[in-house]
């Protein structure tokens, strides 16, 4: 059998690891298990939280579906990717169609084997979700507004999956998924904002362009002024812990972004805007620890 050559494995694996987002992926787990130690369970230490089995096959679960999703996604966009992502769709390219479907169909296995072994309602709550994620690839991502508001659904989906499984129902974690709901929403359209030139092309109906770009930020200026009041009330919050600093940083933030949002119709600008609020998601999930940052829960930590 003739041995591949290590560059062109090399190229593969970095195709692979391009076409599921292993970066996207990752993220996810961190938040996934920041969430758990931090904001859905305070009456366990997070060594004991951390090994939990059940835990930590629903987040492998989460992993391997949404890794899957991506796949399913870069499937059904290839053709979009070539004008919005030349150089990463040059490099999924090294990997065959045939091989894509396999894969998507393996992590998907893989993925209800591991919800099983949690519990058969574990196991049905990930097939329904597989099922909305190919849904979204093959009928929901052309269709205006809809498109945005599923596809944060499947974004939060993973965490509402712990949400159930520890059985906590505080109000303030509400308030924490509306923000975080907020925040992914305005990103998934800033990004439509970058990408109208390809979606016109392909015939994708999202917002810049079904109503225009005028229209779209008037819809982002709402939604970043609603985000702004959650984010004030989470700062006011003493359930925040020193979280609370975060919030008050992107409620200053958002309204400092409405100037370039409104003053520039260049692609250069919404890709900045696109990056800040990602940024702002990330440190969101990096600020969870500080939730917990209090003398009378360090106990927790060990």
């Known amino acids: 059998m003739r041995e591949m050559n290590p560059q062109k494995l090399f190229i593969k694996i970095l195709a692979l690891f391009t076409v ?8 996810l787990a961190f938040a996934q298990y920041m969430a758990s130690l931090f904001v859905f369970n305070h009456s366990l230490n997070h060594l004991k939280i951390l090994l939990d089995k059940n835990l930590n096959l629903i987040i492998a679960a989460s992993l391997l579906s949404a890794a899957a999703g991506y ?9 979009k990717d070539t ?11 090294f990997v065959s169609q045939g091989f894509k479907l396999k894969t998507y169909l393996m992590l998907n296995a893989l993925a209800l084997m591991a919800a099983y072994m949690v519990s058969w309602r574990v196991w049905m709550f990930f097939l329904i979700y597989q099922f909305m994620v190919w849904f979204y690839s093959h009928k929901v991502n ?8 599923y596809s944060v659904i499947l974004m939060v989906l993973p965490f509402f999956a712990l949400f159930l499984y520890y059985e906590n129902f505080a109000k303030i974690i509400f308030y924490y998924a509306g923000f975080l709901i907020l925040l992914l929403l305005i990103t998934d359209i800033i990004k439509d904002l970058t990408s109208s030139t390809a979606d016109t092309i392909y015939n994708y109906n999202t917002l810049p362009v079904t109503y225009g770009e005028k229209t779209t ?16 009330y989470l700062w006011h919050s003493s359930a925040t812990g020193y979280m609370k600093y975060f919030f008050i940083f992107t409620a200053g933030l958002m309204l400092l972004l409405l100037s370039p949002l409104w003053r520039s119709n260049s692609k250069t600008t919404y ?9 702002l998601i990330g440190l969101g999930i990096l600020n969870m620890v500080f939730i917990d ?9 060990i």
């Open 20 to 27: 599921i987002r292993g970066y996207n992926i990752a993220m």
């Open 71 to 79: 796949i399913i996604n870069n499937f059904y966009d290839l053709e």
């Open 83 to 93: 004008i919005q992502r030349p150089l990463q769709n040059y490099i999924e390219r």
């Open 142 to 149: 052309k269709i205006v507004w809809l498109n945005n508001l």
């Open 217 to 232: 930020k008037r819809i982002l200026t709402i939604l970043i002024l609603t985000a702004t009041v959650l984010s004030l």
């Open 271 to 279: 890709k900045m805007l696109y990056f800040v609020f990602k940024l």
């Open 293 to 301: 940052l209090n003398p009378l829960n360090l106990q927790n930590l």
